[in-house]
Each structure stands twice: as C-alpha cells, then as structure tokens.
C-alpha cells in the first residue's frame, strides 16, 4: 500500500485549480465532544491544508467540558474567518450537534467529516474535479483507509461504483461523502435516535430524493479514518449498538417502501440480510447439461432432491451423447422414480452454450436455473434464497457462493479483466474468510456470475438470445449472457446465502489440449473484441486493485 502511495499521491495539483471552470464553496461539518486534542488539531489541519481554497469549516461543539478542547476551538476560531464554531450549551449526541453544524454552512456542497479523522490533502480538490466531471452530481463518495495513533496508513477501502444491494448489505458509502446542500434540506438534516448509523440513515434516506446517475463515485482515497483503541475503524465489534443502529435505519427504509421485507443482522458486524419473502412459489427449470459421468452426475442429482426446500421445480437433463452404461440405466430409474425429472437429447458435439439454449426451450418454468453436473448442494436454503432476488424487479441473473472440495472460494462473482476477459472473485479464499471489506459474506451486485448454478427469469434469457452458441461454446458465454442483460438495464446479484460445492471441470477435463486452448484463444479474442473497454473498467471493482 506505502507503494500505491508513492505512485498515486506524489503529484502536484496546484495548476489544477485555476483550470476548473466551476469552483463551489465546500462546507466541511463536523461535530466535537471532549476530543482529544493532538487528534482534534490534525483533523481541522487537514481542512486548513487543502489545496483546493473554496471552503469553510463549520464545527458544532457538543458541550464538552474538556478545557483543552475547548481551548484549541477558540484558538481556531481567532485564526482562520473560514472556521465557524457553535458552542452547543447542551449536549445532544452526534445527531443534534451535526445539525447545529449544519445550520452554518453557507456552501453549495456539504462535506461530512468527524473530529478525529483526517482528509487528504487533495480531498476537496478531487471533489470539485468529480462536480465539474458530472455537474448533475449530487451524492457523492471516495475511497478512504484508516490511519492509526502514529500517523501509519493501512487498511485501504477501494470501493466499487453505486452498488445498490451491496449498499443495503452495509454502509460502503462511509467516508469522505459530499452532498449537496439542497439535498440536506430536503432530508431535515440527521435524525435523533439513530446515534452511531446517523450517516447511513441519512444516505438511505437519501435515496428517494436521487437518480442512480446522480450517485457518483470519486477512485482515490481521500479520507483517513482514525483507528485508536475503542473506535470502529479499529474494529467493528468495538461498538455494536452501531449495528443495531445500522439495522434500524434499514427497517425503517425498506419497511416504507417495500412492507413484505425482512432485515436481519449479517454474518460480520455492521452487515445486513435484506430477506424479500416469496409472494407466490413459481416453478423454476433447472437444466443440467452432461454426458456419462454418472458418480458426478448422481451426487449433484441427490443434492438436489435431498437438500433443496424450495419445491416447485423440475430438472432437466441434457444428454449430450452418453454411452455410459451406468448412466443410461441411471437415466431409466430417473425417469421411472422422479416425474420431475426428464431427460431429453441433445445429439451432437459439445456446446455448453448450444445445450443450455436448447433447454430453456424445453422448459416449463417462469425461471430457470442453469446448473452444472459437477455441482453439489450444501444449504437447503439455496434455492429459496436465489429465487426471491431474480423475481426482484431490476435484478437479472443471481449467482451462488461456490465451493472447491477443499473448502475454498470456487466462485464468488465474476470480475471483468482478469486474465484478459473475466476471472471469479476471492478464488482460493478460505471458506470462513470475510473477504475483501466482508465481501464474501453480503449480497451485492456485481457485473456477473457463472453459470455453473445461475438463475434467471426465462423470459429474460430468452430476451437477450440466450447464450451465444456460434463463437462462446465452452468459456465465456455466462460473462457474455450477463453483460447483455445489463446492457438492458438490468442487475446482476451474487449472493453468500445460497452455498454449493462445484467439483470443477471434473466431467470435462481443464483446457490443457492444443485444440481445446485454439478454441479459449478464440473465445479470449471474441470477448475482447464484443465488449472492449467494458472488460477492463469493471464498475463493480476498483480500478486500483490487482486483477489476477
């Protein structure tokens, strides 16, 4: 990270003023109570240090009794006329003194800041730059990392663009978050009774009020966040009533608006599991392409019927020219013991692709549910979890969290530019790992997920033209068919609630034959060439981590 440092932040931006054509009053707020005072003076040294000029600092003091505090703010206040203090008589928590911050502020765009905590030098500067980039800007967030009691950096937070479920899953907007006053006014300010989520209340509240263009993401990290002893930079559990804040803020959003909602605490403090209950039970075709391996074929087949709650399926098999003994007698007792199970042909060379389109032909279903033979259910949960987000509005193709036999990270997502095309998220992580800021463990939406167990509405398959039989047979045509449906407006979703084994290529083989690497080239090629620069600007992972 000291690396990314050097290279990234070492620059001088002083020309890059002058040659703004709009340059709004920034009013940074924040709000004091008997802090600290080597931490209280680093933070309103920032502001002081920002080569961006158009600001003002406005500080609501929430009655501290600390004398140093008290006396540092004065000295402050005598020194620069673009810091303006309140002495609050009465102490009213981080809400009600933001507000009395808030009351101050003269300018265009508020910038929300606590007393401890640092901006970079240039913060306010790559602010303005966004606001002149996108003039309908008007929520605006950056990358941050945490800084400890020497002044170290660690721990940087590169966040990905506006990721609605990945948002309602945990606050990721945090810090630095610049919003224009107008907006403020609309909201009323921060409300009492949500002390220590007050931000993401604020931001959730928000929402009504924007379009998702209006959202706008700043790459680079222009926020320190404090991590000393008892503070959440530190470590999470250190507050929790900041997730049972975080969980009432969410209720209340989402209970408004969507009344059938759920909300339950996630698997890592400050996370959430928005539960959308299932009105109606649809049927859902699941399809399983395959020729003979009958011990992969017969595990995925039990694990469907034994570990899977949701009821309301069939199972279609595709034959692609078995010969097997053993599986063709496993097909007679299938079809004779199973009526939801059919087996129909599919007599001619492999073409993954070609096979899953010829099975949503044959299906019955409103969904669909594209599933590999290699793969092995684990959580009798996972189908009742995948369908309730593809019936969602808005949401395309749902992905599962996958696992090698091992245990590790098979898939979790797909990130485009790995490898030239797309690769899976988090592989090889351990099956306990939180993952990349607890990205393992929240839903979120991401640009695509394999098919090896995908679920979509049929129409929308059919919407799109399927797969691409022609020039993706084998590789890519899941990374393919999920760009297309977000070409259409549409959100891919993965999800850590829905947990499989997939036991890897184990009916095929890897790509290690002369023809078979001829083959991925061309669909490499293919890819490259269909989607360009929408492979290498992935808004869903940040242009500043390793693609690998």
């Not at 492979?535 to 390793?546: A, E, M, R, V």
Request: proline share 3%; aromatic share 12%.
């Amino acid at each position: 990270y000291m690396n990314w440092i050097k290279h990234h932040e070492e620059k001088s931006e002083t020309d890059e003023v002058t040659q703004l054509s709009r340059m709004p009053l920034i009013s940074v707020v924040m709000s004091t109570y008997n802090t600290p005072t080597h931490y209280l003076q680093k933070a309103i040294q920032s502001v002081l240090t920002q080569s961006y000029p158009h600001w003002e600092l406005c500080i609501a003091d929430d009655a501290s009794d600390n004398k140093e505090t008290l006396q540092l703010l004065r000295s402050y206040q005598k020194e620069s006329d673009k810091i303006h203090i309140q002495f609050r008589r009465e102490n009213g928590h981080i809400s009600a003194a933001s507000n009395t911050a808030l009351k101050m502020a003269q300018g265009e765009f508020i910038a929300l800041m606590d007393h401890d905590d640092m901006l970079a030098p240039h913060a306010l500067l790559e602010a303005v730059k966004a606001i002149n980039q996108y003039p309908h800007a008007k929520l605006l967030y950056s990358d941050e990392d945490k800084i400890d009691e020497k002044g170290r950096r660690y721990d940087p937070h590169f966040k990905t663009e506006w990721n609605p479920d990945l948002f309602f899953s945990q606050n990721y907007l945090s810090h630095l978050t610049i919003m224009r006053k107008e907006l403020f006014e609309q909201l009323g300010g921060f409300r009492s009774g949500y002390e220590g989520a007050q931000d993401y209340d604020l931001l959730l509240r928000s929402l009504d009020y924007l379009e998702e263009y209006e959202i706008i993401h700043i790459p680079g990290i222009l926020y320190h966040w404090r991590a000393i002893e008892g503070s959440s930079a530190l470590n999470s559990a250190e507050k929790p009533y900041t997730s049972e804040a975080g969980l009432l803020a969410l209720k209340d959003y989402l209970y408004k608006r969507y009344p059938d909602t759920e909300v339950k605490l996630g698997m890592v403090p400050n996370t959430y599991k928005v539960v959308y209950p299932l009105q109606r039970v649809p049927l859902i075709s699941l399809i399983i392409p395959t020729r003979d391996s009958y011990a992969i074929l017969h595990k995925c087949i039990q694990s469907i019927l034994e570990k899977t709650r949701y009821k309301n399926y069939e199972i279609i098999i595709i034959d692609n020219q078995t010969k097997d003994l053993k599986t063709l007698d496993y097909f007679k007792q299938l079809r004779s013991r199973y009526p939801i199970i059919r087996i129909v042909s599919y007599d001619k060379p492999f073409n993954y692709a070609a096979m899953n389109n010829f099975g949503a032909t044959q299906a019955r279903g409103e969904l669909l549910g594209l599933i590999n033979n290699d793969i092995e259910v684990i959580s009798e949960e996972w189908l009742n979890e995948m369908v309730q987000h593809a019936l969602r509005p808005g949401i395309g193709a749902v992905g599962a969290k996958l696992y090698y036999d091992d245990g590790t990270i098979q898939h979790a997502g797909v990130i485009l530019g790995i490898g030239g095309v797309a690769g899976h998220s988090h592989k090889y992580f351990h099956r306990n790992d939180d993952g990349y800021f607890s990205r393992l463990k929240i839903i979120q939406n991401l640009s695509a997920v394999t098919s090896a167990c995908l679920i979509l509405r049929k129409k929308l398959y059919l919407e799109v033209g399927g797969m691409d039989a022609v020039y993706l047979k084998v590789a890519f045509n899941d990374v393919d068919l999920c760009l297309k449906i977000r070409q259409l407006g549409y959100r891919n979703l993965w999800t850590p609630y829905a947990r499989l084994y997939h036991h890897e290529s184990l009916s095929r083989g890897a790509e290690d034959t002369k023809e078979k690497k001829i083959r991925f080239a061309r669909e490499v090629a293919f890819m490259q060439k269909k989607w360009g620069a929408q492979l290498q600007t992935d808004p869903y992972y940040s242009q500043y981590l390793t693609l690998r």
